[in-house]
């Protein structure tokens, strides 16, 4: 018995008539027959009671075709999965980002994507820009989001997005209500950020962005996350510098304000083999820039 077969009777068990289910398997109506007689002999079952006028399913037929029905959609099943596989649209797919993209459209590409490819597993790993280059070679995640772009000639980096930093400041600070600060007005401020060995490119930006304005920041209290950067300055315990984006999703308690003047831009880029990726990893690509404002 094998999945032609099957298909076979399944055809003439719907149909209850030889003529429509050969015309709607497009072989003969002799082939159909000879090969549902086949079936029956090797099963040694009379599956199907015919005679000139009618043809109707035995009690045993009944039986076999629930079953051709299942097993006919998990043999279509398996090969679709295997040809989805194949495209490395079926499994895992692991992805690296750094704490700010969960800011800037991942939580929802993640949910469109496995909507749209049920198949598909998304795995997110958090981790800073260097730690998700040294997984991309070691074959740990499919595709990553990070801060900067100088990266080996092995992986492809493209930017996704880039934006300006703002201030974070508490709701009760001097110049809470401002649109626009000079930097330097912070000069005597405590800072709160994160540890440089979270994100040693963001934080020399900050770092950097500070001493352009002519003082070195007084970093009081460090953090890891984003959300508690901006908890903290909430309780009035510093002020910050994050990326724009921040600005639209962690309001409660603070107060962002431009800054005056050009400096270094919060970047999100995309890295991934060089070697041609998989296509669910383009996809997820693809799906997460479609996410970033234009």
Not at 112 to 134: C, G, K, W, Y
Not at 200 to 227: K, N
Not at 248 to 258: E, P, R, W
Request: overall charge neutral; proline content about 4%; hydrophobic content about 45%.
């Amino acid at each position: 018995m094998d999945l032609k077969q099957l298909r076979y009777f399944v055809a003439v068990a719907e149909e209850l008539h030889f003529g429509r289910a050969a015309a709607r398997l497009f072989i003969s109506q002799p082939a159909l027959s000879f090969d549902i007689k086949k079936l029956e002999g090797q099963l040694d079952i009379q599956l199907l009671n015919r005679n000139n006028k009618s043809v109707s399913l035995t009690n045993a037929g009944q039986v076999l075709l629930d079953e051709a029905r299942y097993l006919l959609l998990r043999a279509e099943h398996a090969q679709r999965l295997t040809l989805r596989s194949a495209q490395g649209f079926a499994g895992r797919l692991s992805v690296g980002f750094v704490n700010s993209v969960l800011y800037r459209g991942l939580p929802q590409a993640v949910k469109t994507f496995e909507r749209d490819h049920p198949d598909t597993e998304i795995v997110l790993m958090e981790m800073n820009s260097a730690d998700q280059a040294q997984a991309l070679q070691r074959g740990q995640i499919d595709i990553g989001f990070v801060h900067w772009g100088k990266f080996p000639d092995s992986l492809c980096c493209e930017l996704i997005l880039r934006e300006p930093f703002v201030c974070c400041l508490p709701a009760s600070h001097r110049l809470a209500g401002r649109e626009r600060i000079d930097l330097k007005q912070l000069a005597d401020d405590d800072f709160i950020l994160f540890p440089r060995t979270v994100s040693p490119h963001y934080h020399d930006l900050i770092i950097a962005r500070c001493v352009a304005a002519g003082f070195s920041p007084r970093i009081r209290h460090e953090t890891r996350l984003w959300q508690t950067v901006a908890t903290m300055v909430a309780y009035g315990m510093g002020v910050a510098l994050v990326p724009q984006t921040l600005a639209t999703t962690l309001k409660d308690g603070v107060h962002y304000c431009a800054i005056n003047g050009d400096g270094a831009l919060s970047e999100i880029h995309a890295i991934r083999l060089a070697t041609l990726p998989s296509a669910a990893a383009q996809s997820f690509l693809d799906l997460f820039k479609t996410l970033q404002p234009s």
